[in-house]
Nanobody
């Protein structure tokens, strides 16, 4: 079992930056990849970014590429999502998720690939 706790969400203005964190605990040695997803009201949960735990390979959705940066701190078992030039349409609950074992690149954007999820952190961007 792996437990994930997100933090760092809040209310910001359009154009601002914000960093959210995902702290992992439990059987973290088995973690292979951590992903960030978001869900806006009335919409499906969508993939944002992911990072492989061992080599730090990163993956991004086209909608955030160039504005969001995912990184990890292995010593702290924490993954970060730095969000720049935020827009009102970035308003959502942001979730991190993880899985153990091997994976294929095309799987990192699929919700079904992640059995472990955090409780989410709200990010609200005002115009």
């Amino acid at each position: 079992q792996v437990q994930l706790v997100e933090s760092g969400g809040g209310l910001v203005q359009a154009g601002d930056s914000l960093r959210v964190s995902c702290a992992a605990s439990g059987r973290t040695f088995s973690t292979s990849v951590i992903g960030w997803f978001r869900q806006a009201p009335g919409k499906e949960r969508e993939f944002i970014a992911a990072i492989s735990w061992s080599i730090g390979r990163t993956y991004y959705a086209d909608s955030v590429k160039g504005r969001f940066t995912i990184s990890r701190d292995n010593a702290k078992n924490t993954v970060y999502l730095e969000m720049d030039t935020l827009k009102p349409e970035d308003t959502a609950v942001y979730y991190c998720a993880t899985r153990a074992g091997g994976y294929r690149d095309y799987e990192v954007s699929r919700r079904s690939a992640y059995p472990y999820w955090g409780q989410g952190t709200q990010v609200t961007v005002s115009s």
